[in-house]
């Protein structure tokens, strides 16, 4: 990424699919591509995904993204050499490729190189001043001066404009000045956690602790047991627990997450080995 421009947003706009966002506001399709547990896809299916001439039935591909870390991979980093397979396919179609980095200075702390490594084979990237790096909101996008040039058009057109922003961009600062080199504490805790966790030789749920490269954390839950119980139980605090923490993580069909944040101590991880052991 050469010559580098920056758009401060209060929301990613279309960075993803959520909410179907893509079709709503960018009014494009999304062909996706299943991921390996490592975060990344095969190149060979990107290849079959890309329709660079196609039928008039079929839509044409414009740009290619890839999420780094990988959230539901529980924060993986995608290797540095597949991200440059990735933009040697998008080159050969001339093809953009953009970096769903919500997370990634994780990324950049994890392989210990700078966050300029981590987009080197990337034309866009945006990335959250909230989540690891504590901020109350924001995200940066950053690309090509032309690129940002239409960010900037496209951001005000959709009501993502601000007005006196400095208050919230001065926190964006702290952010980019004094978070990304403690998200080291984060992945500490993380796999803290997953030790803890994984201690347990529990059989209704597992991490697999090799998988925790960063700060989150997945645990598997058998089918016996319902993951919406367990977060409400682990939020919940009795009087008669013996240890009153209560710890906050999200769930999906068979597993929870859990993510380590500045606001997680070491003490908050002691803690919670204790609880689970
Ligand atoms: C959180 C997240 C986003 C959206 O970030 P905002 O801070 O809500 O703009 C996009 N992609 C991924 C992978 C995320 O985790």
């Not at 994780?106 to 392989?111: D, K, P, Q, R």
């Not at 700078?114 to 959250?128: A, E, G, T, Y």
């Not at 009153?244 to 380590?260: A, L």
Request: charged fraction near 20%.
């Amino acid at each position: 990424m050469n010559n580098m421009s920056f758009i401060v947003l209060n929301r990613v706009i279309l960075s993803n699919g959520v909410s179907g966002g893509t079709a709503q506001i960018a009014g494009v399709h999304t062909a996706v591509i299943k991921n390996n547990e490592d975060g990344t896809f095969n190149i060979e299916d990107l290849r079959k995904k890309i329709r660079k001439n196609p039928d008039f039935h079929e839509p044409i591909s414009s740009l290619i993204i890839v999420e780094n870390t990988h959230n539901l991979c529980g924060g993986k980093v995608l290797p540095l050499e597949w991200l440059e397979k990735v933009h040697n396919v998008a080159q050969e179609h001339k093809l953009p490729v953009h970096m769903d980095g919500a997370r990634m200075m994780n990324a950049a702390v994890y392989l210990d190189v700078p966050p300029s490594r981590i987009v080197k084979d990337v034309d866009s990237v945006c990335f959250c001043l909230s989540k690891g790096l504590g901020c109350p909101v924001g995200a940066i996008l950053a690309g090509s001066s032309e690129f940002i040039a239409k960010a900037r058009r496209v951001r005000k057109a959709i009501g993502g404009g601000w007005r006196q922003a400095g208050i919230i961009a001065a926190a964006g600062i702290v952010a980019l000045d004094k978070m990304i080199d403690r998200l080291k504490e984060d992945h500490i805790h993380a796999y803290q956690i997953a030790k803890g966790i994984a201690a347990l030789n529990s059989p209704y749920f597992k991490v697999v602790l090799e998988s925790v490269q960063t700060n989150i954390i997945i645990m598997y839950m058998d089918s016996r047991i319902n993951p919406k119980y367990v977060q409400m139980r682990l939020a919940t605090v009795y009087p008669t627990d013996p240890v009153k923490v209560s710890v906050r993580c999200s769930s999906r069909d068979d597993w929870i997450r859990f993510v380590t944040f500045w606001e997680v101590s070491d003490k908050m991880c002691i803690l919670q080995k204790r609880i689970l052991t």
